[in-house]
């Protein structure tokens, strides 16, 4: 291979590089300082056994879904979500993530049931 050609390859596999990791960082910003999520939703015990919900990003976050701010239909353990959210302050009881309130839904799959029917 001559030194052109590697010179070419090394630049082409840096630059797929930095794109890779651009992808990676963070979550997309949404309009109003919303955050587009996509993620498996996880329910989980606290330590002292209470219940408490997650949702796990394709980009590797978690943030913590309190029940009183979300579409009762999402809090299926394994179900699978796109939506807009809105991070919150405060303080939390279960500390699985960042705090957010689902502001829009825009598609969701995965286990049929319910938490009301689990």
């Given at each position: 291979?001559?030194?052109?050609a590697?010179g070419?390859?090394g630049?082409?596999?840096?630059g797929?590089t930095?794109?890779?990791m651009?992808?990676?960082?963070?979550e997309?910003?949404?309009?109003?300082?919303?955050?587009?999520?996509?993620?498996?939703?996880?329910?989980?015990?606290?330590?002292?056994?209470?219940t408490?919900?997650?949702?796990?990003?394709s980009?590797?976050?978690?943030?913590?879904?309190?029940?009183?701010?979300?579409p009762?239909?999402?809090l299926?353990?394994?179900a699978?979500?796109?939506?807009l959210?809105?991070p919150?302050k405060?303080?939390?009881?279960?500390?699985?993530g960042?705090?957010?309130d689902?502001?829009?839904?825009?598609?969701?799959?995965?286990?049929?049931?319910?938490?009301?029917?689990?």
């Open positions: 291979m001559t030194d052109a590697r070419t390859r630049a082409i596999l840096a797929l930095i794109l890779a651009a992808a990676c960082t963070g997309e910003k949404g309009p109003n300082g919303t955050l587009k999520l996509s993620g498996t939703v996880h329910m989980v015990q606290s330590q002292d056994g209470g408490c919900w997650k949702l796990e990003s980009k590797g976050k978690t943030y913590e879904l309190q029940p009183a701010q979300v009762h239909d999402m299926v353990d394994g699978k979500v796109k939506m959210a809105k919150r405060g303080g939390s009881f279960c500390n699985v960042q705090i957010i689902v502001t829009q839904v825009d598609s969701m799959s995965g286990p049929e049931a319910t938490a009301s029917s689990q």
